[in-house]
């Protein structure tokens, strides 16, 4: 067994590993960048190394900086977590030729299954259906065109070297194709390091069910369960459970056989969720992630399993503890992801800050996977993940009544996040009886408001003129509109998206089912960022004249791209940032000139 591994990660998953590497009695090296010297995963760990300050291409993306902190420490191995290298088929690779263990699958699994192209070819020769796709990656927003016209739209552009929804568009028409090849591979390439991107025909009525499967290297093959990840935002998850919900018997062991056979295709080593789109009674494979996933704790929970424990296990040579697939499910549990994110009206906008409170109750059935305590800072330069609330309960409605009253009692104070959002989940009727599918969440249920945030610049109130529903890319946003005048409810807002009140020019706080409400101020045109961030992508010109809604400029904040919207009609003033322009938030991108209702 190892002595000593280096965590190649940060935040919760760092944390996570770190717990078990103590109840193991693993020493840990933490690595961080120069903005993290103070993070959680940093003070947790038993060694910490700086890599140095930059963007995460200069730290936590470098092979070659991680590897010469394992050495410099004496670590023996390198656990990646998820994200960043993870699924990183030269960087495994590079690990193992400077002598070292990665924990994980071998390069050559993770380059044929890690990338989701060649993927695709592995689940046609292991014989398990696939949704319609692009033959490989492709090059530009033509072939998005060619595919759309022979198989219809909606489909799907992902990248190819990673998952969580990071370099993913939904694209609906041919015209779309064009903003969203371009902002996938923006958002892939920020993410993986890789800018590849394929097609995947779009189902529109299917559920995210994947299945947890294992390897060691004697030749031993299992699925450990399933799990449910439909409830999901901008393609990322928000809640998860396991088992998955309404699934027969006989689905779930062909799922399972067929992950299992697309594993020992690839002679797989390690922990990997082969995910699949369920659609009545039909499944077809997504991808295989070839690591640990964010939601393991829901299987570990039903399994009886450290699923951490056991990569660790594998990875020095030992035989897997389970010698079957397909056990039993011990009760169910549930998972909720805690992000610093606004999810008022459905924006789920980035909402980074200091924590500064964090209150986990302590109940039975609840457990808390956090990569923060009071006082920690979520930065702006990375995931919004705060920490997973997780429930156990011996049936479904057991583990809901838990994790709903876990939520209420959860206390994270100096930010906002996405408990309103998973709250509402949990009380809605369809996610009781199990009637939901990937675009339930963004389709159908009505997120609480709360009140915005005061300007950082000048203190002055920023208010949200109207919360728009645009598709940029492929991705429905619902826009807000910063600015800072009197108030006229619902002005600027297309007749279409006001509510009868809003129409009549009367304020309410109670709105209709599926209605939008607007704000209490009409705006003078300015346009501000509305969080620190990088701007990747300009779309107007000084002098351009453009109708309220039309998308400005795109802002990446916290690995994820976020347009900022015309907040009415009028004229584009001096545009006073460029592409690549790291920005504070509240910062002055541009002036409108607001056009009158007769030049309107």
């Known amino acids: 067994m190892f002595k000593k591994i280096l ?323 011990r009760g169910a549990a549930i998972e909720a992801r805690i992000n610093a994110e606004d999810v008022a009206g459905g924006r789920f906008i980035p909402a980074p800050g200091v924590i500064t409170a964090l209150d986990v109750p302590n109940q039975p059935g609840l457990r808390f996977d956090t990569g923060y305590q009071s006082g920690d800072e979520v930065l702006p330069f990375y995931d919004s993940l705060i920490g997973k609330l997780i429930a156990w309960g011996p049936d479904r409605a057991a583990a809901i009544r838990r994790l709903k009253t876990g939520l209420e009692q959860l206390t994270v104070g100096g930010v906002k996040t996405t408990v309103p959002a998973a709250l509402a989940v949990l009380e809605h009727d369809d996610f009781i009886n199990e009637d939901f599918s990937t675009l339930w969440l963004e389709s159908t249920v009505n997120l609480p408001e709360t009140e915005p945030a005061a300007d950082p610049e000048d203190d002055e109130e920023l208010d949200f003129l109207a919360r728009n529903e645009v598709e940029v890319g492929g991705r429905y946003y619902t826009i807000p509109f910063f600015n800072e005048l009197a108030p006229t409810l619902g002005a600027g807002m297309p007749a279409a998206t006001q509510s009868p009140e809003q129409a009549a020019g009367g304020g309410q706080r109670s709105r209709p089912a599926g209605a939008r409400r607007g704000a209490k101020k009409a705006s003078d045109g300015t346009v501000k960022a509305p969080m620190q961030g990088t701007i990747v992508k300009i779309n107007a010109v000084q002098g351009q004249e453009v109708e309220a809604g039309e998308v400005l400029f795109v802002l990446e904040a916290m690995k994820m791209e976020n347009p900022i919207a015309a907040p009415v009609s009028g004229t584009v003033g001096e545009i006073l940032v460029a592409a690549g322009d790291s920005l504070a938030a509240g910062t002055l991108l541009t002036s409108m000139t607001v056009l009158t209702p007769a030049e309107a």
């Open 7 to 329: 965590i190649a990660n940060r935040g919760e998953i760092a944390v996570r590993i770190m717990s078990t590497c103590a109840d193991m009695g693993i020493a840990t090296v933490a690595v961080h960048s120069e903005a993290d010297s103070a993070s959680y995963h940093v003070r947790r760990a038993d060694e910490a190394v700086n890599l140095g300050d930059g963007p995460a291409s200069s730290n936590y993306l470098n092979p070659e900086a991680i590897l010469d902190a394992a050495k410099k420490t004496g670590a023996e191995a390198i656990h990646p977590g998820y994200g960043f290298l993870s699924e990183n088929a030269g960087f495994a690779q590079a690990v193992q030729d400077a002598g070292l263990v990665f924990i994980g699958p071998s390069a050559a699994a993770i380059s044929t299954m890690g990338e989701k192209v060649a993927a695709r070819d592995v689940a046609i020769a292991a014989q398990v259906p696939l949704a319609p796709g692009s033959n490989g990656a492709i090059e530009d927003a033509a072939r998005i065109r060619e595919f759309g016209a022979e198989h219809g739209y909606p489909v799907l552009v992902k990248a190819s070297a990673g998952g969580g929804g990071r370099g993913m568009r939904r694209i609906n028409s041919a015209e779309e194709a064009e903003d969203a090849f371009d902002s996938a591979v923006r958002e892939a390439t920020a993410a993986f390091g890789s800018g590849e991107v394929y097609l995947e025909r779009y189902l529109t009525k299917a559920r995210h069910v994947e299945i947890q499967v294992f390897a060691d290297k004697h030749g031993n093959t299992v699925y450990l369960g399933d799990r449910d990840c439909s409830v999901q935002r901008r393609h990322q998850k928000l809640i998860e459970e396991s088992p998955a919900p309404g699934l027969s018997r006989t689905m779930r062991r062909d799922m399972g056989e067929a992950a299992v056979r697309l594993a020992a295709h690839v002679g797989y080593v390690g922990a990997g969720t082969v995910e699949f789109l369920v659609e009545r009674d039909k499944f077809y494979f997504l991808e295989m992630n070839t690591r640990i996933q964010v939601e393991h704790p829901v299987t570990e929970l039903v399994q009886g399993m450290d699923l951490i424990a056991e990569q660790i296990r594998v990875a020095a040579g030992e035989k897997l503890s389970v010698t079957g697939s397909g056990r039993e499910p």
